[in-house]
Structures are given as C-alpha cells and as structure tokens.
C-alpha cells in the first residue's frame, strides 16, 4: 500500500470513530438560539459612550427567571446587587464615578442551580469640557545646541536644564539661557536612551525610553545618586511639589512616589471627543499639566485632578521660525510664570506667551 493511500484509510477510520462518538451530540439538530440567550443582559448591543458626570439609564433585560443573584460590576467593583431579578431592571448609572477612561461594565447572573453567566460591555467617559484654542507666540529667542534632541526641558530658579534622547548621545546638563551653551554635563551609557525629566528637591530624575530605568541625580553636580524601576515605556516628566508624574505615550498619566516610584494614582486624558495619545513631554505650572503631543504642533494643557483636556495651544508659528533641520515640537519649561519652548535639534528656545480666547 502506498504512503498515500495507507493515510486515507488511517483518515476514514479517524473520521468514523469521532462520528461514532460524537454522533449523539450532533444528530443533525442545531442549537436553538433561546439555549444561547445570556439570563440577563444589558439592552444595548454595542459598547458605550457617555460623558463625565453624566446620568445615564442601563436597562437590564432578564431572560431567565431561575436568576437567584444578578451583580453589575463597574470597573472590577459591584456597584449594584439584585435578588431574584424579573422583567426589566432601569438603574440609573454614572459611569464617570471612576474618572475618565475606558472601562468594563458587567453583569453577572447567578442562577439557583449555582451556574454563573457574563454579560460585558466597554463604557468609554468621554470629557464634558470643549478645550479652548491658545495660540504660543514668541516674544524672545535664544539659540538651541542642534545636536540636543530634546527630551525634557526644566528651570530650577534661573538655572536651566536639558535632558536628551537618541542612543550614545542621551545626556542631563546645566544650559546657560543666553547662549545655549552647555556647562555642566552627564552622559548615559551608550545602551539606554534618554527621554524626560524633572526636578523635585535637590534631585533631578530622569527617565529612559525603553530601558524601564529613571536615574536620580544630584541636580548641583549631577552625580548620579541612584535608579529606580518601573514597567512599560518611558516618555515625559513632570511633578505636582509632591508626586512625579510620568507619561508613556498613550492617554495615560500615572503619578508617582518619587522615594519608591511605586504608582500611586493614573488619570487618562480626554477632550468631548475622545482619548489624546502621544503625551510626551511634561511640565507642571499654575495646578495644571501641560503635554507636548508627539508628532504634532500641539501642547495639550490637561486638569490634573481628572485628566479632562481644558486648552490645545497651537505652537506652529514657532515651528517654522525655530525648528530648522531639526525633528517636532518637544520641551516646555517654566520660569516662575514665563513659558519656554523649544524642539528636538532645534535652533532656536523662545521664551513664549499664550494668547487666549478674548485676549486684546
């Protein structure tokens, strides 16, 4: 017999003792679409969107009336609890209770025979604020060292600092404003890849890209002092005078013990329309958080307390006037209430003022 054939056969053979088997399972009769109907389910099919603070009513549908239990779960937390459910349930729901973001909301039915069944959907809160337009005007300019790729961008009282990127050229230094010219350097290993930093107290911190290292510095000297670990991506800096606040280029911004650099909270940002990703460089002023978005020539300018996007400062102007051959937009520092911004490899630093809706 041939290879071939010998297979053929062996295959027949397969095929009628899996039909001998499983031939009372499927006699030919389909699954009734009743036997696939969840014992409670939310009304709506598709995912949600509302929008913070907003009351919204999810209707529940109860399909089953053997229901002994039914919980909705809203971000992994019961939020609601039911015995012996009939007919249809109205709750009125906020799903901003938990800021906003994208999140889970379930029901989980629990039937008397002890059988649990899921009903999950994805309930996005959405911001209620429309961001007001600001426009940076430069109203000074100083020369940039071009060779700088500009990660992080930092005044302690009139001193400025300067963190870079790219691989073998990542480095933290004292700048003097006037001339651009670098004073005091410290260079990475030629592994890691420098990206954001900031100053709490005497320490200067600064993260890497993808190494999942932030070095801790003596600002005066920068000495390196020590390094802490975290996980994922690492993009901007910034802190509040109590927690760092730490970007990885999605909508998220966790803030953080700078002792431990445990996580102690995360927002996500948000305009009326939906998620702002990219959030790179960082810098805390006036109780708000201002973020360059990468690959743009925005600056989103966020609330703290809930992630909400309050003003998108155009900073196009400054591009064309500074970048030269240079790369994007990267790098905001305040100097008590003057704004500063500048670019990776750019030419030029302008000392910058943000015209608002109704300003003369």
């Known amino acids: 017999m041939s290879k071939m054939k010998r297979y053929l056969v062996l295959g027949l053979i397969a095929a009628a003792i899996l039909a001998f088997v499983l031939g009372p399972m499927f006699s030919g009769n389909e699954i009734s679409e009743e036997d696939d109907v969840i014992p409670a389910t939310f009304s709506f099919k598709d995912n949600l969107a509302t929008k913070w603070d907003e009351k919204i009513t999810l209707d529940v549908l109860i399909n089953d009336p053997d229901i002994a239990k039914l919980e909705l779960i809203y971000n992994d937390s019961v939020f609601q609890t039911w015995n012996n459910p009939k007919g249809t349930i109205h709750f009125p729901f906020n799903a901003g209770f938990y800021g906003l973001g994208t999140r889970s909301v379930r029901l989980l039915s629990t039937l008397k025979s002890g059988e649990t069944f899921v009903d999950e959907r994805m ?57 651009g010219r670098i004073t005091k350097k410290m260079g990475l290993d030629a592994t890691c890849f420098g990206e954001g930093i900031t100053i709490l107290g005497e320490d200067l911190y600064q993260l890497t890209w993808q190494e999942k290292r932030c070095f801790v ?139 608002k809706p109704g300003d003369v």
């Open 123 to 179: 309930v996005r809160v959405l911001s209620d604020v429309v961001p007001e337009v600001w426009v940076a005007q430069s109203e000074q300019s100083f020369p940039h060292d071009p060779t700088s790729f500009t990660q992080g961008l930092e005044f302690d009282g009139t001193q400025l600092y300067e963190g870079t990127g790219q691989r073998g050229q990542s480095m933290v230094a004292q700048v003097e404003l006037s001339s």
């Open 217 to 355: 510095y003596d600002k005066k000297t920068l000495q390196l002092k020590r390094e802490m670990n975290y996980v994922g991506e690492g993009w901007g800096l910034c802190n509040d005078g109590t927690s760092l606040i730490m970007s990885d280029g999605s909508e998220r911004l966790t803030f953080r013990d700078p002792k431990t650099f445990e996580i102690q909270r995360t927002i996500e940002v948000y305009t009326h329309q939906g998620p702002v990703t990219y959030l790179n460089e960082l810098e805390y002023a006036d109780d708000l958080i201002y973020a360059n978005v990468w690959m743009t020539n925005k600056i989103a300018v966020i609330d703290p307390r809930n992630g909400k996007v309050l003003a998108e400062i155009d900073a196009t102007s400054l591009v064309k006037d500074g970048k030269g051959k240079g790369d994007v937009l990267n790098g905001i520092a305040f100097k008590g209430s003057e704004a500063y911004l500048t670019g990776k490899n750019w030419v030029k630093l302008f000392r910058v003022k943000f015209t």
